[in-house]
């Protein structure tokens, strides 16, 4: 079946580094990728997504690439900051009216002042 | 243009109770998805609905059920409840037109069973 595998935290970075967050999908067919941001005591925000190989979604100066060939789709931004801290989510849903996601376990990010 | 919202914020009852959570779509959507997500765990689909009846079902046992009303909005409905299912309910709305649709989440209802 379909699913989802990310990096395990917590990550913790100082504040202007540089972040990657992997993860790795499982899915036949051709799924739609998302990165779900859910900050201390909320739900979940969308914060950007991909439809389809070599797409590349971005939002907020994160950024993250569809590759096909490695099932992959890494969350990158070049500078975090404090009020990045949050867990992040890679999920997918597969291309069809069911529009089921699958969810990743989650990675907290602690960004230091 | 108000997201989606979900009543009560928070819950408290006790194992065999019953609950009753809310759901208010997004606007123009027409379709509600349930997750439930357990502390430090991804969102789980629980069941959709989409023209008030349940397209879809996760693994979840029958005491989860739901219900959508003719202006979209949902109810989820667990019966004897149990200390596990604890956790944070998250009602989403899309509407769906071609392949592509983005689920909208609400804030949830984080519900404690003692």
């Known amino acids: 079946g379909n699913s989802v595998t990310q990096m395990e935290g917590p990550v913790t970075l100082s504040e202007e580094a540089f972040l990657t967050i992997n993860c790795t999908y499982t899915a036949t067919g051709y799924p739609s990728l998302f990165w779900y941001v859910q900050y201390p005591g909320e739900g979940l925000q969308l914060l950007l997504k991909?439809?389809?190989?070599?797409d590349k979604g971005s939002n907020k100066g994160f950024e993250a690439t569809y590759r096909k060939e490695t099932t992959s789709f890494h969350l990158e931004k070049g500078s975090v900051q404090v009020s990045d801290s949050a867990v992040y989510f890679c999920a997918l849903s597969a291309p069809n009216r069911d529009d089921k996601i699958i969810f990743g376990k989650g990675t907290r990010l602690h960004i230091l002042p | 243009d108000a997201g989606v919202t979900q009543s009560p914020t928070h819950l408290i009852k006790t194992r065999g109770q019953q609950v009753t959570l809310r759901c208010s779509p997004k606007?123009?959507?027409?379709?509600v998805s349930w997750y439930q997500q357990a502390l430090g765990q991804g969102p789980q689909f629980i069941f959709q609905y989409y023209e008030e009846e349940e397209r879809q079902r996760g693994n979840f046992p029958d005491r989860f059920s739901g219900h959508q009303f003719p202006n979209y909005s949902s109810e989820l409905n667990v019966n004897a409840l149990l200390l596990g299912d604890s956790a944070l309910y998250l009602c989403a709305s899309t509407i769906v037109r071609g392949p592509f649709s983005t689920q909208y989440f609400g804030p949830g209802t984080r519900l404690l069973v003692l």
């Open positions: 991909a439809t389809k190989a070599d």
């Open positions: 606007s123009g959507h027409d379709t």
